[in-house]
């Protein structure tokens, strides 16, 4: 996909792109996060938005020419943010994450894989940390999953769902390890 553009799917032009970052960061039910993952970052557009919430970011793909993208774009934030050409199926990262950011990433896997997936992601993150999907509900032929499929495994894991969005082209959910307050509980509202 990168050999012929820098942005294949128009991460940087598209409004349906600009609109789903505005609802992806808006679910968000911190305003800051100590350490975050963004597995398949692609050219680093919703990482750069990430790391502005986030202290440390570690953002991955498979595309070494995506990777170099996004770290160019990455790279005036410093150290705190850190890209890499990366397998997140095959190498999940080490440690634990107050946020892990799965979005548009899950429908390209089998469900062994996807398993394997979400097995990783609830044991990375931290007591009280969140996992968001963002994911095209559009049918794709190549895609080996869709990605209502893709959510409702997640629905069915063990993880606790705290937040959704759905329209006629993309669903998004927030998860935690375990229910926890709301936004407005934690801020002595109710």
């Excluded at 160019?72 to 397998?87: A, F, I, M, N, W």
């Excluded at 095959?90 to 990433?105: C, K, N, Q, R, Y």
């Excluded at 409702?152 to 307050?181: C, I, M, N, P, W």
Aim: net charge negative.
């Amino acid at each position: 996909m990168y050999r012929d553009s820098d942005d294949p799917w128009g991460f940087t032009s598209r409004w349906y792109e600009q609109r789903k970052y505005q609802l992806t960061l808006a679910a968000l039910s911190a305003p800051r996060y100590a350490t975050a993952f963004e597995a398949g970052c692609s050219i680093g557009v919703l990482s750069e938005q990430l790391a502005a919430r986030c202290d440390e970011l570690l953002a991955v793909d498979l595309s070494d020419k995506a990777v170099q993208m996004a770290a160019e774009r990455l790279e005036p934030l410093g150290e705190r943010v850190v890209v890499q050409t990366r397998d997140f199926v095959a190498d999940w990262p080490t440690g634990t994450f107050d946020l892990i950011v799965l979005s548009e990433v899950l429908y390209y896997l089998d469900p062994a894989q996807l398993d394997t997936v979400i097995a990783n992601a609830a044991a990375a993150l931290t007591d009280d940390g969140e996992l968001i999907a963002v994911h095209w509900r559009w049918p794709v032929e190549e895609y080996p999953q869709t990605g209502d499929q893709v959510h409702d495994r997640l629905r069915d894991s063990e993880l606790a769902h705290t937040a959704g969005y759905l329209d006629t082209d993309f669903r998004l959910d927030v998860f935690t390890r375990k229910d926890r307050q709301s936004v407005a509980q934690r801020e002595g509202l109710v």
